[in-house]
Each structure stands twice: as structure tokens, then as C-alpha cells.
């Protein structure tokens, strides 16, 4: 972050999903941090910053003025602070919160976990407890296996993970072995 940035999020959806977009498809406000709006699943603040701004103000007075109209509370609010206020939002890109919709049609839509691999993957709507997709499901699979995951070490769960969910050709689908 530069000496203004004070909240790094991801894209909600990346260009070339709109047809997948929530923030210009479905909501009801007014704006959002272009083009289709930040998702708030992986959020990086730095509160010095923050504390030393209006933020808990205009977070409260934009609940007040469109608490109707939020959907993804957190998330919608944070979309609005940072639409008016750009020069305090860092964008990461989609390898820092990869989350099933970057999976649509078993396409990689994150170009960027494409050449420098997920670097923090998002279990939202359920994504390793549920059958919607096999790779994220194994990844929980895997991990429900340890009942006191402080046991365990790093390396012992990845190798777990290894042995549980593996690359087929190069092209990403994954399977158990």
C-alpha cells in the first residue's frame, strides 16, 4: 500500500465475468468500486489509518442512508466507502481471494492464480462443505480429518492435501487419488 491506501480487497467478479456480476446486475446501489465492485472475503485494513480518518462515520452514516438497499452488508458498505474515497483502496488481484465463481464452466477466470497460482483460496457459500465443486470440497475434505488441527504442522497438513487433491495433465482439474 502507498501512503493513502488503507483497505486492500479483491475484485467481486474479474473482467469478462459481467454476465456473473452481483454489483452491476443486481444491486440496488447507487455505486460500487468500479468496474464491478470489491468483495469483501479477504480485507486487508490498516486501522491507524483508518482511525485517524472519518471512516467509522461514513461507514455509519452510509448504513443509515442505505440500510434498505444492502445485501452483503460488510461488503456493500465497504464498496460505497471506498467508491467515494479511491485513494484509500489498494486492489489485489483474484490469486489473494480465489473463491468458486473464479471456477464457473471448469474455467480458470483468475488470470493472475493462472500464472502465480491461489495464494489464499475463499471458502464462501459453503465451498468445502458442499458437492458444487469437487476441487474445493476435497480441500475440506482433507481438512475435516483433523479434529485439533493444532497438532498438526503445516507441513504434515499439506502433505495430506497432496495426497488428497492432485493436478491432472496441467489443466487444473482436480481429482482424488
Known sequence: MNETQAIAMANEHEIG???EAYYNRHSKLPFFVPPLGVNSGVLLMNLTRLRSSNFTWEIIRSYTKYQQKLNFHDQDLLNIYLYEHPENFYRLNCSWNYRMSH???DTNNCHSAG???VQLLHGNRNAF????MAEFRFIGDSISQFTNVGKFTTLQLLNILSAVVYDVDG???YHRR
Open 17 to 19: 465475468m459481467e454476465s
Open 103 to 105: 471456477c464457473i464452466n
Open 115 to 117: 500464472t502465480d497460482g
Open 129 to 132: 462443505t458442499t458437492r458444487t
Open 171 to 173: 489443466d487444473r482439474t
